[in-house]
Structures are given as C-alpha cells and as structure tokens.
C-alpha cells in the first residue's frame, strides 16, 4: 500500500516536472521585447511587402486597401482597422494566420511611437 502511494507520488511528480519543462521551453520561444526604434522603412514596410501586398496591392486591391505606400498603411492603422485585423485571431489578416508575435509586437510599436516613416 504504502509502496502504491510512493509509486501515485512520484507519478504526480514527474508528471509535474515534464509539464514545467515544457512552460519554460515555450516561454523560450517568446521573443524579446521589442525596445529600439521601428521605422516604417524598413521594418513596417518589410512585413507588408512580405505578408500583404499580394492582395493589398496592384490594379484592384483586396477590400479596396492598398497597402503600398506609407500613407496608406498609417491611415489604415491610425483610422481603419489594421491594427485589430492583425490581432484578431478569429479573423485574422493575412487571413492565413497570424502574423509571428514578433511581427505584431513591431506594428504595435510602431502604432504606439507614432508611425515614425524612416
Ligand atoms: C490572401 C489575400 C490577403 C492577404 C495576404 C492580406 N489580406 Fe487583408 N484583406 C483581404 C480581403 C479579401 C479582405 C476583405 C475581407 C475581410 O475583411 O476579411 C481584407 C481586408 C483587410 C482589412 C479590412 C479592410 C476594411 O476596409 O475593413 C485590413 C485592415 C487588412 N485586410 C489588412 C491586411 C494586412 C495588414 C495584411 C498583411 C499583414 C493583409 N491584410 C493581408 C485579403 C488579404
């Protein structure tokens, strides 16, 4: 009996143990804050280019949005709904999935320093 409740313990406890590990590798993942300056060109721009414009660009652009010049991309930040499209994960833009948490860090500092251009 005792033997069994040794045996539940350390069970719990590796148990435990395993799912610790696993918190702290995933927490690993998370980058670093983002602290130095994000500029339109080259770090917004950048994203865009990669993850948007092949909609949000050319002669008929997706949603009427085109998201090619540094106008456009702030006004639909500062008065459209980019900055929540980007975060909503039940509707998300690109509307393949999320954009990695270091990419939505960016544009939210940006947002937040004021949509500095370069
Ligand atoms: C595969 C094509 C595609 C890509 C890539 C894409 N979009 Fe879109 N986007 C659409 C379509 C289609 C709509 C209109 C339907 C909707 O709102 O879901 C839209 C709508 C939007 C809207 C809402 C516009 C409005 O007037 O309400 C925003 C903001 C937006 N996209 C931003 C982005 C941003 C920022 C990216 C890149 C990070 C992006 N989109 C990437 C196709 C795309």
């Not at 983002?34 to 721009?45: H, M, S």
Request: proline share 7%; net charge negative.
């Amino acid at each position: 009996m005792n033997r069994t409740k040794y045996l539940i313990v350390l069970i719990a406890f590796s148990m435990a143990a395993f799912s610790c590990t696993k918190a702290i590798i995933d927490e690993g993942a998370i980058p670093e804050p983002i602290d130095g300056a994000i500029k339109f060109d080259p770090d917004i721009q950048n994203i865009v280019f990669n993850h948007c414009v092949t909609c949000h660009g050319g002669a008929a652009p997706s949603a009427n949005l085109d998201l090619t010049t540094y106008q456009n991309v702030r006004s639909s930040a500062e008065n459209g709904t980019l900055l929540n499209r980007v975060e909503d994960s039940a509707n998300p833009m690109p509307p393949n999935g999320l954009l990695s948490l270091e990419q939505r860090q960016a544009i939210a500092k940006w947002a937040e320093d004021g949509f500095p251009e370069n």
